[in-house]
């Protein structure tokens, strides 16, 4: 085997001995992708035929739920690890997602003549392989991307990864000779615990290491093996990785979360800092000071094929949401002592709040809420804009509408898609998404390498309980909520299945009440999940 050959055949050999839960990532989902080119003027091809690949798909947790959603769909995944391969084939042929080819083999053995593909993904993959796999990647990106597909490559970026850097040479210094990856990770947390508490206070790296440190110890195991231990990690400027796409014949778009290039979402300082700096600069320039200003660690950049580049907007125009369909998963939080009159508070599932006295903002988040996990078109948020905030002059409506929306995405509280949600609401009997219940029965064997996901392509825990997860797989859409409250009750009274705060209830009656809580309690969860489609 030559040297290159040799690295591989490692790398494969360290998934297939730690693997670990494929999940889903929103952000690489096609529907995303493509309303994100959407933003700039670019088509994308639409989703229900489209042909996806995805490079270093590990169990193809991040292919599942589009091929789940578009079953006409051809879905492909390549992965080195022939147990994580096999792992993901088991959950697919369980849930019937037919349209999912999951195959061991290594990208660089991609040619032109593996096909054309409309999306191509490579998610944490570029900066953990060797030089020729990562020109393989943009290869692919440039032979196997139809005229008019999009691509998604992510990588780790500096500056932001300068602190992460030198934490990754103590941990690799400290676990050489380690003979189990169970030794190799006690020893880096070891390091870990002396850059937590062990630092000179004269120590110049000290701000810098100890957050980055202390954040790492809540990561799992398998993300510090692979993260930071693997033997290879290149971490790159972002005005390199555009440069090298360049030269692959590849244009740069922009982030697959776009907000995350606006000065502005990081505050006035940030903004105006940059303005002066970046005046005569291009868009690649700007973006590359800006990664400066934020210490920005990880990027997720969507390209096309270089004829393309002319096509792209230098900025994104707000007019294009008026063609999309939105959901935000938002809850209400009650009013701080001594809040103004009229003021709304929601939190984010990032646990950030946004508030607002404007009642056209507050009206928008309202109508998401209520519509969550649906989707709803600009037209309806306007005409719930305007019955809720009839003051706004309507000749403005629309561009403050535009304006709030841009608010949320940039909070990173909004989705946003070209097409309405992927599946329509019952009207009346409780419904889970498709898929959902035979995948339950797959991700809680103690042996799968598939995680969740709901509607949105969002990796979701599932309930934990017996009698939740009981009544999980009773919750068909045939079922009425008087249904599944005899159901609940009648397993409860026979002690079948405990309460789920571990009460036994064997023998007990009049337990309808109890059942109706249950069964209102895990719907409440269910639809917050993303897994309820009413």
Aim: glycine residues 6%; proline residues 7%; hydrophobic residues 40%.
């Amino acid at each position: 085997m030559s040297a290159p050959d040799l690295l591989t055949q490692a790398i494969s050999d360290a998934y297939d001995e730690t693997p670990y839960i494929s999940l889903p990532f929103s952000y690489t989902s096609p529907s995303h992708l493509r309303a994100v080119a959407h933003l700039y003027r670019l088509e994308a091809p639409a989703l229900e035929q489209a042909r996806v690949l995805e490079l270093g798909c590990a169990a193809g947790g991040n292919l599942l739920p589009f091929a789940l959603a578009h079953p006409a769909a051809q879905v492909v995944g390549i992965d080195l690890s022939p147990e994580q391969i096999q792992a993901g084939r088991q959950v697919a042929e369980a849930v019937g997602a037919r349209n999912l080819d999951l195959r061991a083999m290594s990208l660089t053995d991609i040619t032109a003549a593996f096909g054309t593909f409309d999306y191509i993904i490579c998610h944490g993959v570029f900066s953990w392989v060797p030089p020729e796999v990562r020109d393989a990647i943009l290869r692919i990106c440039r032979e196997n991307l139809a005229p008019q597909g999009i691509a998604y490559v992510s990588y780790n970026t500096y500056p932001g990864w300068k602190a992460s850097d030198v934490i990754r040479d103590a941990m690799i210094l400290n676990s050489f000779g380690a003979e189990t990856p169970q030794e190799k990770i006690a020893r880096a947390k070891d390091m870990l615990t002396l850059i937590e508490g062990g630092l000179w206070q004269n120590n110049p790296l000290r701000t810098a290491l100890q957050p980055a440190a202390q954040k790492l110890r809540g990561q799992t195991d398998h993300y510090l093996l692979h993260e930071y231990l693997e033997a290879i990690n290149t971490p790159c400027y972002f005005l390199e990785f555009a440069a090298a796409a360049q030269q692959a014949g590849l244009a740069y778009v922009t982030d697959a979360e776009p907000q995350h290039t606006f000065p502005s979402t990081y505050g006035s300082a940030v903004a105006l800092g940059l303005n002066g700096l970046s005046v005569n600069a291009n868009r690649e320039m700007r973006e590359q000071y800006l990664d400066f200003a934020v210490g920005r660690q990880f990027r997720k950049s969507l390209l096309v094929h270089a004829e393309r580049a002319g096509e792209i907007l230098e900025q994104p125009e707000g007019e294009a949401l008026t063609a999309m369909h939105f959901a935000a998963d938002l809850a209400p939080l009650a009013p701080a002592p001594g809040a103004p009159a009229g003021q709304r508070q929601f939190r984010t599932p990032a646990n950030t709040a946004i508030t607002t006295q404007d009642p056209a903002m507050a009206a928008l988040m309202e109508a998401l809420l209520q519509a969550w996990p649906q989707s709803l078109a600009f037209d309806a948020l306007l005409d719930s804009v305007r019955q809720h905030a009839p003051d706004t002059p309507a000749e403005n409506l629309s561009q403050t509408l535009i304006g709030h929306l841009v608010t949320l995405l940039q909070a990173g509280a909004l989705h946003y898609r070209r097409e309405p949600a992927l599946y329509e609401a019952p009207q009346s009997r409780p419904q889970l998404l498709p898929g959902t219940t035979q995948l339950l029965q797959e991700v809680t064997k103690a042996d799968c390498q598939v995680g969740m996901h709901n509607a949105w392509h969002h990796p979701v825990t599932p309930p934990t309980a017996p009698l939740h997860r009981y009544l999980m797989s009773q919750i068909d859409g045939q079922r009425s909520l008087s249904d599944l409250r005899i159901l609940v009750r009648d397993a409860l009274t026979a002690g079948r299945f405990p309460h789920p705060d571990g009460t036994s209830y064997k023998g007990a009656r009049n337990l309808d009440p109890v059942a109706q809580e249950i069964v209102n309690g895990l719907l409440a969860g269910l639809r917050r999940a993303g897994l309820l489609l009413r």
